[in-house]
Nanobody, 124 residues
Framework: QVQLVESGGGLVQAGGSLRLSCAAS????????LGWFRQAPGKEREFVAA????????YYADSVKGRFTISRDNAKNTVYLQMNSLKPEDTAVYYC?????????????????WGQGTQVTVSS
């Protein structure tokens, strides 16, 4: 059983940056593929970024490519999402997730464990 706790959300102006963190406990962190998703009010949860077990492979949604960077530190059991050039449309609750079955996964149902989410609000 893996527990995930996100932090780092907040209110930022358009064009600004935020760094989200997700700390994991339980399980073997380095054996999980990790991802970030987001959900805006009235919308479905959408994929943002994913990173493989070793961190050697990453994958991004087109909407964040070139602006967001996912990384992981297996020694600290933590995954990060660096968000630059933020836009109002990036406003959402951001969730981290872990999967034991996939090295890289982009669909919510492919993930086994989820954090509680952290709010990111980008003002125009």
């Amino acid at each position: 059983q893996v527990q995930l706790v996100e932090s780092g959300g907040g209110l930022v102006q358009a064009g600004g940056s935020l760094r989200l963190s997700c700390a994991a406990s339980g399980g073997t962190f380095s054996s999980y593929g990790l991802g970030w998703f987001r959900q805006a009010p009235g919308k479905e949860r959408e994929f943002v970024a994913a990173i493989s077990w070793t961190g050697g492979s990453t994958y991004y949604a087109d909407s964040v490519k070139g602006r967001f960077t996912i990384s992981r530190d297996n020694a600290k059991n933590t995954v990060y999402l660096q968000m630059n050039s933020l836009k109002p449309e990036d406003t959402a609750v951001y969730y981290c997730a872990a999967t034991s079955d996939w090295e890289i996964a982009t669909m919510p149902h492919e993930y086994d464990y989820w954090g509680q989410g952290t709010q990111v609000t980008v003002s125009s």
